[in-house]
Nanobody
Framework: QVQLVESGGGLVQAGGSLRLSCAASGRTGSSYPMGWFRQAPGKEREFVAAISWSGGSGYYADSVKGRFTISRDMAKNTAYLQMNSLKPEDTAVYLC?????????WGQGTQVTVSS
């Protein structure tokens, strides 16, 4: 019964920043592990970042470590992905997920395009 609503994607120049948001809602009464994948044209879906139900330190793919930061507001059941020093190779559809007790729920995806 978990539903995810994403926002924050768009077009940005190389070196710029964006912050993605993913709000989880539903009659679950609980917080779940959440995170982000991305998929670029002609490439397989790639793990980006994840954060536990407790809101502790994030876990990152090597390609984004040091540039991206995942966080969450547990009271709002919302996860964020702060993306700094963006590169053209970061261009992709970014997908939020939440791991509920009945399986993984995905957001609709939001497009991030980084121009040179």
């Amino acid at each position: 019964q978990v539903q995810l609503v994403e926002s924050g994607g768009g077009l940005v120049q190389a070196g710029g920043s964006l912050r993605l948001s993913c709000a989880a809602s539903g009659r679950t009464g609980s917080s779940y592990p959440m995170g982000w994948f991305r998929q670029a044209p002609g490439k397989e879906r790639e793990f980006v970042a994840a954060i536990s139900w407790s809101g502790g330190s994030g876990y990152y793919a090597d390609s984004v470590k040091g540039r991206f930061t995942i966080s969450r507001d547990m009271a709002k059941n919302t996860a964020y992905l702060q993306m700094n020093s963006l590169k053209p190779e970061d261009t992709a559809v970014y997908l939020c997920y939440a791991d509920s007790t009945i399986g993984r729920k995905w957001g609709q995806g939001t497009q991030v395009t980084v121009s040179s």
